[in-house]
């Protein structure tokens, strides 16, 4: 009789999120799972294989390459030559003082202006950002959050003077403000009032703006913060299911502002882990939708997301290997159906990127788009034992941290905000992100060129430098637009502001008022602090 062979011994082997991966996948892998269940076909419940049934046969993601460069005609220089090489959505990137609500002439702003963004402090300031460029016809992403309704009323009075339909505006502001006490920080009010701040910005552009995503619910931060795959949509699914009921709690119809949310989620190395959490994340969006809210419009249950590659995987050691990294993050986000895509210049763990490192960056899109075949047919890894495994995993994982979160509260509502009041979510990161330190130390996880494969240090690069004169220059136009601006409307403008801040009604109108009177973000931000106060962080260990 023969002997039966002796089953083959590998190393074990886990993913990002520590979900122990198989030798070799077969059908059993799937079994209980109903294909027309759980895959559905592309464009239809529950979309795991797409929220269009031609996907990219029909029409490519939206190419776009976050950037901010300092001052508003840098920056509009850096726009115009990223739309001449065919890059086909702006996507701005604003430096601290204007995340955080500070002009570029307060003391809190000092040496921090233009540093990691562009500076915007005025109606003056957009104009210059955008001047030259019709934004009814293009799309534009606004990395911004605290200051969201300001930057929003400011773009918005732009596209007035340029008279465009404000109907054919599109674009996102991101206006996820959780996620900035989660994991980044760049807050300004307690959490009650910046959630009214984003409900506000919900309904105005429901009515005013109607192609407009009002709030962009972001997982990216904290999968740089150091979160698992798993960890990234669970967060970023409980943080959307806290903006939904805010949203129904104002008296919104779920179903008058639901198909205008969007997502924003990290696209890191382990390609096909990172194409089923995409795949999960849309399967369990639309049953949240469909179940939990009763939404009724299947453009409600859609998950529609940008990605970008992560910048936290680049390296300063050997950065030309940032650029295979950012193709591989990159694939992962077109195998797993991102509507828009941003990827990284291999010179960002330097500096600001480059002109070259930026038009590398668009051309890696360009060549998948173009080259690669994978945008030929939709979902093209659908029914891979493996991948369809792995994303019942990661949707069976991120599901138990809903429930876990459900339980910070007994009502069932904001279980998120309790969670994250109480820290839970902010350990589960740091907890993650040092298990992840600790593979790399122990080189159980190889980064290549940094604990492994070091060998000889490559030729610098040439970098992108700051302009050390251009924040006074900020300064000084700051200080000639205060004196001759309008001071009797301006004034009533901010006092209109603060009285709204102390009434229910929508903020929006009054804040585009001010904008439009030439009140400054600091100003306006500073009109709403003396209402609202700030939040102050309390300390999770």
Request: hydrophobic share 40%; net charge negative.
């Amino acid at each position: 009789m023969a002997k039966m062979p002796e089953p083959l011994k590998t190393k074990p082997v886990k993913t990002s999120s520590g979900i122990a991966v198989d030798r070799v996948y077969g059908p059993e892998s799937l079994t209980g799972f109903d294909p027309h269940e759980a895959l559905g076909e592309p464009g239809e419940y529950p979309f795991t294989r797409g929220t269009q049934a031609t996907m990219y046969r029909g029409r490519l993601w939206t190419m776009r390459q976050y950037a901010g460069m300092g001052d508003a005609e840098e920056s509009n220089r850096r726009y115009k030559f990223l739309l001449s090489q065919g890059t086909k959505g702006l996507s701005i990137a604003f430096d601290l003082p204007t995340q955080i609500g500070y002009d570029s002439d307060s003391p809190y702003a000092l040496g921090e202006v233009g540093r990691v963004g562009v500076a915007i402090d005025s109606i003056e300031d957009m104009e210059r950002l955008l001047d030259g460029i019709r934004l009814d016809t293009i799309s534009t992403s606004m990395t911004i959050n605290a200051t969201a309704p300001i930057l929003l009323a400011l773009y918005v009075a732009v596209a007035r003077r340029q008279g465009a339909d404000l109907h054919r505006l599109a674009g996102t502001v991101q206006n996820d403000i959780l996620k900035e006490y989660i994991a980044r920080g760049t807050y300004i009010f307690p959490v009650q009032h910046a959630m009214r701040l984003v409900t506000d910005v919900l309904a105005w552009t429901a009515v005013e703006v109607p192609e407009w995503h009002a709030i962009s619910i972001s997982g990216y931060h904290m999968r740089e913060a150091g979160c698992t795959a798993v960890q990234e949509i669970a967060f970023t699914l409980a943080n959307g299911m806290t903006y939904v009921q805010a949203a129904i709690d104002a008296g919104l119809a779920v179903d008058t502002f639901a198909p205008r949310l969007s997502f924003f989620f990290n696209a890191h190395n382990n390609l096909l882990e990172e194409v089923a959490k995409f795949r999960a994340a849309r399967r369990m969006w639309a049953s949240i939708m469909r179940e939990h809210f009763g939404a009724k419009n299947p453009k409600s249950w859609m998950l529609r997301f940008h990605t970008q590659t992560a910048g936290s995987t680049l390296t300063a050691q050997q950065p030309e290997n940032n650029i295979v990294r950012t193709t591989v993050q990159a694939l992962a986000a077109v195998l797993g159906g991102t509507q828009s895509l941003h990827t990284n210049g291999f010179d960002e763990a330097l500096a600001l990127p480059s002109e070259a490192a930026a038009r590398i960056a668009l051309r890696t899109q360009q060549v998948l788009a173009f080259e690669s075949g994978v945008t030929d047919t939709v979902d093209p890894l659908a029914g891979s034992y493996y991948v369809e495994s792995l994303t019942n995993e990661i949707e069976s994982r991120a599901e138990e941290y809903l429930t876990n979160i459900a339980r910070f509260d007994l009502g069932g509502k904001y279980g998120m905000l309790r969670a994250i009041e109480q820290g839970y979510v902010q350990r589960e990161i740091q907890t993650a992100a040092y298990a992840f330190q600790r593979a790399v130390d122990e080189k159980t996880t190889i980064v290549v060129g940094v604990n492994d494969f070091v060998g000889a240090e490559s030729s610098p690069v040439p970098l992108e430098r700051r302009d050390e004169t251009l924040e006074q220059r900020q300064v000084e136009r700051l200080k000639e637009l205060r004196v001759r601006r309008d001071a009797a409307a301006h004034a009533a403008a901010l006092r209109a502001v603060i009285e709204g801040a102390r009434s229910s009604e929508n903020l929006m109108p009054r804040i585009q008022a001010a904008v439009e009177a030439y009140a400054t973000v600091g100003e306006i931000a500073d009109a709403l602090r003396s209402v609202f106060g700030e939040y102050r962080e309390s300390v999770v260990v």
